[in-house]
C-alpha cells in the first residue's frame, strides 16, 4: 500500500516537472518567433498567409486562424485521404495511451485542449485504458463509427495522419503533434483537401 503511494506520488511528481520543462519549451519558442521579422507573405490553395508575432495567421470564414507551420511545410506528411469527411462529424473523441512517455503525454495534452477549442464540434476526450493520473472515459479505435470518429495519438518514429475504419490515427513523437495538429485543421478549414 505504502509504495503504490508513493509511486503515485512519484508519477505525479514526473508529470509536473514533465509539464514545466514544456511550458518553458512552448514559450522560449514562442519567443524566437516573436522576435523574428514580420510582413512576410505566403498563399497556399487560395489562402493568404501572414506572419503576426508566433504564428502564420491566415483568414478562414472572417475569422483569423493561427498555425505553427505553413501548409507547405508538411506536404511530407503521409495523410489518408477523406480525412475532412472524418472530421467534420457532429462528435469527435480524442484518445491516447496515459502510460505513454510523461514528454510525450505533454504535447498530446497540448494539441488535444487546442483541438477542442478549434474544432467547431463536440470533442470528449478519452484514454484508452484505465488510468491513475488521467480520470477520462475509456476508448479505443475499436469504438469508432462513421458517424463517431475517434482520434487517436499514436507515439511513433513515423509521422502521418491514417483513417483506420473511422479511427483517425495520428503519429508523431513530440513536438510532431504540433505538426499533426496543423494538418488537422489545415483539412477541417479546407485550406488542404483530401
Given amino acids: 500500500m505504502l ?27 514562442l519567443g524566437i518567433l516573436v522576435g523574428s521579422r514580420g510582413g512576410e507573405k505566403w498563399e497556399y490553395n487560395g489562402f493568404k498567409f501572414t506572419r ?36 467534420s462529424a457532429p462528435m469527435i473523441y480524442l484518445t491516447f495511451n496515459p502510460d505513454n512517455d510523461i514528454q510525450d503525454l505533454l504535447y498530446i495534452d497540448t494539441i488535444r485542449n487546442d483541438l477542442q477549442r478549434s474544432l467547431n464540434t463536440i470533442v470528449i476526450d478519452s484514454i484508452t485504458k484505465e488510468s491513475d493520473t488521467y480520470f477520462l472515459p475509456v476508448i479505443s ?40 495538429r496543423d494538418l488537422v485543421l489545415y483539412y477541417y478549414y479546407g485550406v488542404m483537401n483530401g
Avoid at 66 to 74: D, H, K, M, V
Avoid at 142 to 150: C, F, I, L
Avoid at 160 to 180: E, Y
Fill in 3 to 29: 509504495r503504490r503511494i508513493e509511486a503515485k506520488k512519484e508519477r505525479r511528481k514526473k508529470f509536473w516537472m514533465g509539464a514545466l520543462l514544456a511550458f518553458l519549451m512552448v514559450f522560449s519558442m
Fill in 52 to 87: 503576426a508575432e508566433n504564428a502564420f495567421v491566415t483568414k478562414i470564414d472572417d475569422k483569423r486562424i493561427g498555425f505553427n507551420y505553413l501548409p507547405q511545410s508538411l506536404l511530407d506528411i503521409n495523410v489518408s485521404a477523406n480525412i475532412k469527411a472524418k472530421l
Fill in 141 to 180: 479505435c475499436d469504438n469508432a463509427t462513421e458517424y463517431v470518429p475517434v482520434i487517436y495519438f499514436s507515439v511513433s518514429n513515423q509521422t502521418s495522419i491514417v483513417d483506420d475504419n473511422g479511427c483517425v490515427v495520428l503519429s508523431g513523437k513530440g513536438a510532431d503533434f504540433f505538426r499533426l
